[in-house]
């Protein structure tokens, strides 16, 4: 795939199924991960590859115990849930902005690198023919979750990467107006 075609085409996949990326294609999609913008060349980010049942698993289980932490009360439908939600792909690969205090870096410029790195990571996946699709919400910022990957209070989940193979076909979408969101000064 030429880099046009994937910059212009790539979609999320949010129905992802076996398999995932492996081998050389899995490292082609480390490998875009390391090469993104780096104002100073921090490298602010870690990642961790979630893949197989058990280590999904275990991740679901952080999960459920963060969705209690947030509300003690929870049904056990929404606890449940919450321990299912990593069972979505075959795997998952938690982006991590490790945020280093510098003088001419601050935490946000890092924060965005990481959240290059993510886009970065899907793009290679999507052009391996691979799916995939960025997710955040609650777990992301929940402390259960950051002290289980062992983070500093300053770096953030910038996102959980779900890949595996898409179930469906791209969604028909309209494409947006440039106009609208495009000026000259």
């Not at 870096?105 to 970065?120: F, G, N, R, Y």
């Not at 990571?121 to 955040?136: L, N, S, V």
């Amino acid at each position: 795939m030429d880099a046009m075609t994937l910059l212009t085409t790539r979609y999320s996949s949010a129905r992802l199924t076996e398999p995932a990326p492996e081998g050389e294609a899995l490292q082609l999609i480390i490998k875009a991960a390391l090469q993104v913008p780096d104002h100073g060349g921090l490298k602010p980010w870690r990642f961790v590859i979630v893949t197989g049942k058990d280590a999904l698993n275990r991740l679901g289980d952080v999960f459920a115990e963060a969705a209690i932490e947030d509300a003690p009360g929870i049904s056990a439908e929404m606890h449940e849930r919450a321990r299912q939600l990593p069972l979505r792909a075959p795997m998952v690969i938690v982006c991590i902005a490790k945020v280093t205090e510098h003088a001419k870096v601050p935490a946000h410029e890092q924060v965005q690198s990481a959240a290059c790195a993510v886009m970065a990571m899907q793009q290679a996946a999507f052009a391996q023919g691979f799916g995939g699709i960025w997710r955040t919400g609650s777990y992301a910022q929940q402390d259960f979750v950051k002290q289980s990957f062992d983070l500093n209070e300053d770096d953030e989940i910038v996102g959980f990467l779900y890949l595996g193979t898409a179930v469906s076909q791209a969604p028909n979408r309209t494409e947006p107006d440039p106009e609208q969101f495009f000026s000259y000064f």
